[in-house]
């Protein structure tokens, strides 16, 4: 079965350090990988995909099939990087729902 | 653009009581989902339907939960009987042919029900 874990439950650090949320992952076949984010008050979002290989707010995240493991980064935090962030993985073949970790609450101090 | 909506944004009911939830995704979007959010987790896949047809129910419990989309466009889950343990954020998403080459979902507000 297919599993995403993110061990942090809540991460906080300050403005301007960097900041590496984690996530691990168990799957059998080639996984596709996922971030979502959540602002306060705002819908859950995509933040970014894994075969994209794309920077977004200045978040990046590199699959790693060996230590199955899909870290999202940024090299320095912003208060507006507060949120919560999922983790997620697609399954494949036809049915593509996601299977989501159970977040991590990132709270950028000042 | 207008977002995917659902209604209604909060509902508090009795256990062994239903309840229903609607949905409408974003225009053009054949693929809608149902998750449920249970505090302190993260989305839970319930359904997924392809236009009208259902692509997989597996975590669906179908003892009390139930889920349609006639036409293919909006959606109703309902929930009868009831139990403490459903007490959860039901979040709609849809996303363009079946989201499988982008992985992107667009996410409602969310029904928050609390059940008593």
């Known amino acids: 079965a297919q599993r995403v874990t993110q061990p942090e439950k809540l991460l906080s650090v300050f403005k301007g350090a960097p900041v590496e949320l984690k996530c691990n992952y168990s799957y059998s076949g080639s996984p596709e990988l996922f971030w979502y984010v959540q602002y306060s008050r705002q819908r859950l979002q995509l933040l970014l995909r894994?075969?994209s290989r794309e920077s977004i707010k200045g978040f990046t995240a590199d699959l790693n099939k060996g230590e199955t493991s899909f870290h999202l980064k940024k090299p320095f935090a912003q208060e507006e990087d507060s949120a919560m962030y999922y983790c997620?993985?697609?399954?494949?073949?036809?049915?593509?729902?996601?299977?989501f970790g159970k977040g991590t609450h990132l709270i950028i101090q000042p | 653009e207008a977002g995917v909506a659902q209604s209604p944004r909060y509902k508090i009911i009795e256990k062994r009581q239903s309840v229903a939830f609607w949905c409408n995704p974003i225009s053009g979007h054949a693929t809608l989902y149902w998750y449920q959010q249970i505090l302190g987790q993260g989305p839970k896949l319930l359904i997924q339907f392809q236009n009208n047809g259902v692509v997989d129910d597996s975590q669906l419990p179908k003892d009390r939960f139930s889920a349609e989309r006639l036409k293919g466009v909006d959606s109703t889950l309902k929930i009868q009987p009831a139990k403490l343990e459903d007490s959860a954020v039901y979040l709609c998403a849809s996303s363009l042919v079946g989201g499988y080459r982008t992985g992107e979902l667009f996410f409602g507000e969310g029904s928050r029900l609390t059940v008593l």
């Open positions: 894994h075969i």
């Open positions: 997620a993985l697609k399954s494949g073949g036809g049915a593509d729902g996601l299977t």
